[in-house]
């Protein structure tokens, strides 16, 4: 079984600042891991993920996590934050390379990220 | 882009009633997923629907609940005897092979 743990439901930064948003897994087996951002009335889009090859993943939008097995953790990164940045963040884990298991996510609970000015 | 949508957008319902959600998957691929989320709670999986069948389903998807892909193009979700605990967002999701799952914007389900 896996399951999945964002650490803090509301983040708050100011623009220009880092954005860190925390994520640690659990899983019987290497995990493939994602991150996905809701905007308000819109559905779940990828930012990245991470599927067993580099440990630092780039996705869009200027954001990146890194895989880190010893700590089993996974935080979601941004340099410099934007207004545009404030949405719901959700991490999320899958086991299986193929078949319907890759898309059966275990998801955390949300993160939500505001920025102010 | 290609991009999964769903229908309808909001429904309201009175308990007892028999829901249909539906979903049009992007016309490529090739599994099928839906999930919901309770108001402050985690999105959980549902059920994958692969090869004109059910691959996989949670303890939610119980005999109230089922899935159909009666065409090419559409997918459902049937709640057969809504309960006040099946108010969600429903989400669909679809993917082809080992890509990237795609999510629909939801529908929201009201129980009243």
């Known amino acids: 079984a896996q399951s999945v743990t964002q650490l803090g439901s509301h983040v708050s930064v100011s623009e220009g600042a880092l954005v860190l948003l925390r994520c640690n897994y659990s899983?019987?087996?290497?995990?493939?891991l994602f991150w996905y951002v809701q905007y308000p009335n819109q559905g779940l889009q990828l930012l990245l993920k991470?599927?067993?090859?580099?440990?630092l993943v780039k996705g869009i939008n200027g954001f990146e996590a890194e895989f880190k097995k010893s700590e089993t953790s996974f935080h979601l990164t941004k340099p410099s934050a934007h207004m545009s940045d404030a949405a719901e963040y959700f991490c999320?884990?899958?086991?299986?390379?193929?078949?319907?298991?890759?898309?059966?996510?275990?998801f955390g609970q949300g993160t939500i990220l505001t920025v102010h000015p | 882009e290609p991009e999964v949508t769903q229908t309808p957008s909001h429904q309201v319902t009175q308990m007892g009633q028999e829901v249909i959600l539906r979903c049009v998957p992007i016309?490529?691929?090739?599994?099928f997923y839906w999930y919901r989320q309770i108001l402050g709670q985690k999105v959980e999986f549902l059920v994958s629907?692969?090869?004109?069948?059910?691959?996989?389903k949670s303890e939610i998807f119980d005999d109230q609940f089922s899935v159909e892909r009666p065409d090419g193009s559409n997918f459902t979700l049937k709640i057969r005897s809504t309960k006040l605990e099946d108010s969600a967002m429903y989400f669909c999701?679809?993917?082809?092979?080992?890509?990237?799952?795609?999510f629909g914007e939801g529908s929201r389900l009201t129980v009243l």
């Open positions: 016309s490529n691929h090739l599994y």
């Open positions: 899983s019987s087996v290497p995990p493939y």
């Open positions: 999320a884990v899958s086991l299986g390379a193929g078949g319907t298991s890759y898309g059966k996510l275990t």
């Open positions: 999701a679809s993917r082809y092979l080992t890509g990237e799952l795609f």
């Open positions: 991470y599927t067993s090859a580099a440990t």
């Open positions: 629907f692969y090869n004109n069948e059910i691959s996989e």
